[in-house]
């Protein structure tokens, strides 16, 4: 018999204890054993649900009991949730999460504690909800370099990016068609700020330079707060669909890690990515592009991760159940974004002239958009491969009255 | 030092030598130690490779070598393969291959063989090429009851039907590009007749099967010969590309497996595959949908993961390194297909009756087809889930003038 731990019955703590009562028999077969729910952790009881009777208040009644081997930690954030898996870590309990915050952000040090303590932090659901990408990225694709991740990892604003597509909505509407949903919180922020996909990428990065610990508070982030109706033409123009997009490239000119929207190609398979669902491309330098698709989040999705997680670590006795283990890089791990190349729609008032344009963006290749909004002038900048982060950024400031502009995957 | 030999030095087997001596360092590093290609067995010499010296004709400089651990079969067919990988396992090497043919024909004996001599048959190259998808399926869904299984599994026909689609080409002329192209074999039989995806099918239902063996000789297949310019007229009309799909299900209705083309709506992720690309949807009952993409062939993309399972053997010593045994059921594992329930475009010469075909269909739900090409009468039979292949075969023995007939996704 295998016990496990639940702390924090929230939708995907429940939904960890659901999938684990649902598909029993079938994961005590796979394991050798039965996986069993012993206790559920959370500050609230719940009389009226079917797992009343597993959960407490009292935090000693999980760490203090030496029968309780695995803890899945389903909290979220990097306060409690941080203690608690510190506790368990050092307790020798091996953690299983999908807290993307808190790996990405104590993730080098809760790794060190589980490898002192013979057990393990493992976290398959922190990046792409139910979606497998953690462990092929480190295993699968484990012969090849990593040379590009591009990932539509927030649901939240993929689901609002669609409906601003699909319907017209602009931003506001479409945030509040996904707040009475459920598919966006009251404050809606982490998600579109780009917060939440820069802990993911952050993640995935990580593992892609072999365990170099990326921290996410240091990437260059944009959100997806001034994409409007206007933008979602353009791309139509375009063919094209607007898709906050989280990338990690690796290539001869250095290491960049960053979350901003792009226009992609509708024949991209990356735009076949749409409502709250993610899709994750990822480079190797021998495989080629390899993409994962599915649900980003939702409680039986996530929790399908977290238990997966759980079985493994139950199976292999938490030897080599994880990755390669984080550490913190005495040299820094990526380039300045300053650095890395940029092409750009850009949206200017067709009083600009072509001259103006030119002399802020010097000897970069600028081409006409094939369209252009009434009362505007729209170019793509640097199509060529021949203009970076820097020099956008110094040529923009040439004007006060730019109206958008969108990277170009 | 790991040493390791492959057989057989065509595309994969080279394309496996190179992955090693291309990321040396990096597979190194991660497997803890370096992994050396001893010896390569193949019955030509290639004097002018640069790999020329650790070629050999003399198989017991493989066989005998006590230093070699791990094996890597890509000679392919179920003949000589079969003969060496018994060999090989039965002295206690592991054998890692992408051979699907004899994965899918002596899987079970194979893997029998492994388990009594301590060594593991590993074959995630078998199914998609490079792309992960055995090992996902067996680990990270192993929380799941895998309802489905839908794939474009073979690049060959995926480049014709897309030539097909986007060219307007005839299959005549769609498959002498693919032949020229490197994409189709000179006989093209076992991609065209749908053989190699019966395999690849046959395989990922086994594992979604817990191990219970899915002979893919037993299984309905139909290929793509006899798809024509008309039927790709239709799927544009209907807004759906024309997709060989390689399909498996597991409901209350039983179990199915089966080859057949269908019409997949454009908007569906797998329509995002094209030409040499795969496309595998899964469908857990917790995760819901997940799809992976990729190279489903071709020399780098396939030896990555081959060479990821070279490095999954090598690091885990054989534990855990594959997946749980095949064995073959005392009872049917799949349903007559006669039972499966399906859906259909057919396509009649438009002196056919209404009556005719309600009185060939009876109480199966007929709707008219969006377009019709001049001539033809066209009808979707089954939209509402209310028809089996045997009401469909039945129903198409009253007609002796069928123009064509495509299942619907």
Known sequence: MKNIAILGFGVVGCGVAEVIAMNKDRIAKRVGEEVRVKKILDIHEFPDSPFADLITTNKDEVFGDSEISIVVETIGGARIAY????????????????????????GVELMQIAKANNCSYIFEASVGGGIPIIRPLHRCLAANKVERIAGIVNGTTNYILTQMAECGSDFEKALKEAQSKGYAEANPSADVDGIDAQRKIAILSTIALDGAYVDPTKLFTVG??????????????????????????????????????????????????NDVF?????????LGDAMFYGQGAGKLATASAVVGDVMD??????KDAHITEWFVSDKPVLSPIENHVVSVLLRLPDSVSDEAISEAFPEISCQPCVYEAEGEKAVILGKDGDMTEAQLAIGLENFDNVISMIRIF
Chains 1, 2 share one sequence.
């Open 83 to 106: 203690e608690y898996t510190k506790q368990a870590l050092s307790s020798g309990k091996t953690v299983v999460t999908s807290n993307k915050e808190l790996v990405s952000t104590h």
């Open 313 to 318: 670590a139950a199976l292999h006795q938490d």
């Open 224 to 273: 997806i707060t001034n994409i409007t109706t206007k933008d979602m033409e353009y791309a139509k123009e375009m063919n094209a669909s607007i898709k906050l997009l989280a990338v990690f490239e690796n290539k001869e000119d250095g290491a960049f890690a960053y979350v901003a929207p792009h226009l992609v190609s509708k024949s991209h398979p990356l735009a076949c990515a």
């Open 278 to 286: 993610n899709a994750i491309m990822v480079t190797g330098n021998a």
